[in-house]
């Protein structure tokens, strides 16, 4: 009894003595990944400098939560944040500036199409702790039952639609790529053309190479070389290639764990999105989330320690390794990993790839500060448009329309 | 000194209260003081609110998301509150006869309102979809239109050898005598039936597609979309208010009815000048409760715009709109403009309310 008691009062003593660092990010997957990066690489390191991790993750509306809790000035010292909100979040101030803490040799061992998606105004505020891109997937079975050839990174968009015709053609009740109306889909395709999102003064102009791809995508239905998700019963290009009712799915890799569940026996492959036919590039979106360092923080030094090594070469190694997210450091670009076989390791390899030349014109997946408001007006033409209930002209001049009366705001 | 036994018995009263008293100050008289305060104001949750005076309700009035919210807040909360009040009533009466297993339907009749919002969005969801339950009947029922077709027309037929034969036996019976209704439904849905599985009728080659949820079409200027959740929301509220009413139903003494009907009266005298005043207090109770609830409608419309693939315009409510504000996807927080817009809806709701209660069906009964 009194050893016990003794014993308590030793970890109490060393309890006082450590610096508590508070972090959270969202629940679901995560829990497991982090909770094991803390355990087996993170907290060791740590131990010695006396810092102990807190891990709060958040199950619900994480965004809601974290604007909330840093109003309240309740927010942990690191945080996830999203690139999509990265920049309404920035703007308020409540996320301290990274450039101290960090020399330019440190940042400049990350992918530097991350290192840009987080800064804002001149200033880094968030360490890319993974990223995602878009990829084509394809059911291998599904292409040799119809003798089509597979998709490949020459492909483009008429060609491979051409494949997608006949898949449909010969098997009469598997489409040949769910579409969705859905600018984070859609948007690759775009860029593709050269179109930019914002011209030099912020504002958005839906041109005629904007027109040209959302002419492509929205015909593809009428066309022979698809079907909309939702008259498939799905809501996502994943969920079709999963069950079967579609040939490929235009996903990053967040649709391996998917797969792995629920069509563990699925054949597929990954390549890269097909080239625009006139330009003869591609275009995609990086989708990435930073750990970022609250600014009302009272023990900064010892976060941003936490943070080096929750975005370390060994953290992302061990993360790569397990196929759970794609790292953000240059330097694993040549990790074996991806040069095992199987379909994850090349899932993640062209995914990994789509952040870099191979990937045309990427922009990463955020719209100033306008967020869902600036996608919404496109993503209602689209939808218009792919179940016929208005022609191009219409809903395009629609759409132009409603972000012009956004920007003027 | 001695405290009036009055005085005591207040001071109970109020020592009971106050666990409520308490949560009603925070969580609303504060809240809504607060809400007030940043409605003159422009606040994102970070900065200092700026007061900007009456900047947020006159952008209100500016934004035409705002006024499409209105238009469809109005329109769902008057269609709602009369078809499901209508219905409900309806309901309540059925059930309020003295027949053998009415317990068992009561039950039954109840069961829809025990499913969440959430589950019922779900179902919604999957019925409307393009290639979904609403559709496949649509296509079935305009496909076999030659079988109901025949199936009218034999009905017809048989009734009218019937109908005939019984008056030439000199009894005088009205045309659609349910007795002999008995014979002829199923010999006309056999004979339907035979000519289908003859091959002399075929069903016709339809395919009905229409986008419900995914679209802005309207029908009697209110879309799509809109009236999906409105028939949602109608069958998921009825057993709820058909309770409510069937208490009030209760109520009524049976002996009003015998008076009435020694008096000759038919049933919808005594409906209209029995039922109808002596339910005027669970009426006004019902239509209240209706209102207010569906001016507050929220998560269908996340839902059925999440999930369902709706666009905004075709299905935003005052309700949303405050929420899309304080909460917009990747953006600030407009936090002034979301309380302006809140306090607005509950202003509406107050003198919808209020309105109902002069000129419509107020509590007391019996002065009609």
């Given at each position: 009894m009194k050893k016990a008691f003794l014993a308590l009062l030793v970890l109490l003593g060393l309890a006082s003595a450590q610096t508590q660092v508070r972090i959270s990010g969202w629940g679901g997957t995560d829990i497991a990944i982090v909770s094991g990066l803390l355990k087996e690489v993170v907290q060791p390191k740590l131990d010695k400098e006396g810092i102990r991790v807190v891990y709060e993750p958040i199950e619900g509306d994480y965004t809601q939560w974290l604007f909330n809790a840093l109003s309240a000035g309740t927010a942990p010292d690191l945080f996830y944040v999203d690139v999509f909100w990265s920049e309404s979040l920035f703007a308020t101030g409540r996320v301290a500036p990274l450039d101290p803490y960090f020399s330019k040799g440190e940042i400049a061992e990350f992918l530097p199409n991350l290192i840009q998606a987080f800064t804002y105004k001149g200033k880094l505020y968030g360490i890319p702790k993974d990223f995602n891109t878009l990829a084509l997937q394809y059911n291998t079975d599904l292409f040799d039952e119809a003798k089509v050839a597979y998709p490949n990174q020459q492909d483009t968009w008429e060609t491979f639609e051409a494949k997608l015709r006949q898949i449909q053609a010969k098997l009469?009740?598997?489409?040949g790529l769910c579409v969705v109306p859905d600018f984070a889909r859609f948007g690759a395709f775009a860029f593709a053309t050269g179109w930019k999102p914002f011209d030099e003064k912020g504002r958005t102009v839906l041109d005629q190479n904007f027109r040209r791809a959302f002419e492509w995508y929205t015909g593809l239905v009428k066309r022979g070389a698809a079907r909309v998700a939702q008259d498939l019963g799905e809501g996502w290009t994943g969920g079709c290639l999963g069950s079967e009712k579609a040939a490929t799915a235009l996903e990053g890799a967040w649709i391996a764990g998917f797969l792995r569940d629920k069509a563990p026996n699925l054949p597929y492959r990954t390549t890269f999105l097909p080239l625009d036919?006139?330009?003869?590039k591609r275009g995609n979106f990086i989708f990435t989330v930073s750990w970022s360092l609250n600014?009302?923080?009272?023990n900064k030094e010892a976060a941003v320690k936490v943070l080096k090594a929750l975005t370390s070469p060994e953290a992302q190694q061990w993360v790569l390794e397990r196929g759970l997210a794609i790292p953000?450091?240059?330097?694993?670009?040549?990790?074996p990993y991806f040069q095992r076989p199987g379909k994850e390791p090349e899932l993640n390899r062209v995914v990994f790839q789509g952040s870099l030349g191979q990937g045309g014109y990427v922009y990463p997946f955020k719209f100033l500060s306008y967020g869902g408001d600036w996608m919404r007006p496109i993503n209602e033409a689209l939808q218009a448009v792919m179940t016929g209930q208005k022609g191009v002209d219409q809903a395009l001049k629609e759409a132009q329309a409603a972000l012009d009366r956004l920007m003027r705001k | 000194m001695r405290i009036k036994a009055r005085t005591l018995e207040a001071l109970y009263a109020l020592l009971l209260l106050l666990p409520f008293l308490f949560t009603l100050t925070v969580f609303f008289l504060y809240a809504f003081v607060r809400a007030l305060y940043f409605s003159f104001t422009d606040y994102d949750l970070f900065n200092p609110p700026r007061f900007v005076g009456l900047g947020n309700y006159l952008t209100l009035f500016r934004d035409p998301l705002f006024l499409t919210a209105l238009s469809h807040t109005l329109a769902y909360s008057f269609v709602v509150t009369a078809l499901q009040t209508a219905l409900a009533l309806l309901v309540a009466m059925a059930l309020n006869r003295p027949l053998k297993g009415i317990t068992f339907f009561r039950t039954l009749y109840y069961l829809?309102?025990?499913?969440s919002t959430a589950a019922a969005s779900l179902l919604l969801l999957w019925l409307f979809q393009r290639t979904g339950l609403v559709n496949q009947a649509l296509s079935l029922l305009l496909g076999h239109l030659p079988h109901l077709g025949a199936f009218a027309l034999l009905f017809l037929a048989f009734q009218t050898a019937q109908v005939l034969w019984e008056r030439r036996r000199g009894l005088t019976v009205p045309f659609f005598d349910p007795a002999l209704a008995l014979f002829s439904v199923p010999l006309a849905l056999l004979a339907a039936w035979g000519l289908g599985a003859a091959g002399i009728l075929e069903p016709w080659e339809v395919r009905v597609e229409i986008p419900w949820l995914p679209t802005t079409a309207r029908f009697l200027g209110i879309p799509y979309p809109l009236w999906a959740i409105i028939l949602m929301n109608t069958y998921t509220t009825i057993p709820t208010l058909m309770v409510l009413f069937l208490a009030g139903l209760k109520g009524i003494p049976r002996t009003l009815y015998e008076a009435a009907a020694l008096d000759g009266a038919t049933p919808w005298v005594m409906f209209t000048r029995i039922t109808l005043p002596l339910l005027r207090p669970v009426l006004f109770l019902v239509i209240t409760l209706g209102l207010i609830g569906t001016l507050q409608l929220f998560d269908q419309v996340l839902f059925v715009g999440g999930s369902g693939g709706a666009p905004l315009e075709a299905t935003i409510t005052l309700a949303y709109y405050v929420y899309g504000n304080v909460f917009p996807s990747g953006a600030t927080p407009r936090v002034g403009l979301a309380s302006a817009a809140a306090l607005f809806l509950a202003g509406l709701t107050l003198l919808i309310v209020l309105l109902q209660r002069r000129f419509g069906v107020s509590e007391r009964g019996w002065s009609a």
């Open positions: 009469k009740d598997v489409a036919p006139v330009t003869k600014a009302a923080s009272k953000s450091r240059k330097a694993l670009a040549n990790n | 829809p309102s025990v499913v």
